[in-house]
């Protein structure tokens, strides 16, 4: 995510969006926000509907075996359509900007 | 005759520990993330290194210590090794399928969720005047 901030404004001269997912509660978003300098939003999905609808939830890997999501990427065309997608085999292999930005061309 | 000081087993062992306890350090740069590398050249050198120390230990005994704190510090570097293996290796890798997740064109589902500030942030509103979105479902920080 760090890396996404870093190349936004590439995404946002291509006019894409960019928004983070995940079962954390607003305000520990707008805290991460502020730390991190992260410019684009943050969205809470705490029940993990979201995240279920997108089959992206990880059951129990949260603390105290809480549902979370799983790292995920998907790159939406302006119709909603998915253009590209990323589901990671492992948890510390996330995609990069330059993945999505190529796949943009 | 004094007997020398079996460097070799002690800077190996460093070498080892700065492998293991460097992991969260490396893992905040996708290059030494994706494949933790920095932390097995640590170790493979930390390991070269014990073997050095063992072999002279045992070896020429009459020249160099450590035939117990040899065999002390092998049994935790394996330990290490071990547990650091099992992490990187099965366990961060017991993701769910997801095979119910839409695929390349398919329609996104729609949504709407509070961002930092609470304000609701639907799918349509992230695609109205754009050319399109990214997606990124993470973890979170909890």
Known sequence: MRSFQQRLPEFEARGIRVV??????????????????????????????????????????????????????????????????????????????????EALN | MKRRWNWALWLGFIFVAAGFITYPFFVLFPVTRDFPWANLLLFGTGGILLVLGLARAFGRPQVYHGKIFGPILAVLTLLAFTLFGYGVFYELRQMPASAGAPRVGEKAPEFSLPDQNGKPVALADLLSGSRGAVLIFYRGHW
């Open chain 1, 20 to 101: 983070g997912i995940s079962v954390d509660p607003p305000d520990v978003n707008e805290r991460q926000s502020q730390k991190l300098g992260y410019t684009f939003p943050l969205l809470s999905d705490p029940n993990a509907k979201v995240i279920r609808r997108y089959d992206v939830l990880h059951p129990g890997a949260g603390p105290k075996g809480a549902d979370i999501a799983r790292p995920a990427e998907f790159l939406l065309d302006s119709n909603g359509i998915i253009h590209w997608v990323n589901l990671t085999g492992n948890i510390a292999v996330r995609a990069r900007p330059e993945q999505v930005l």
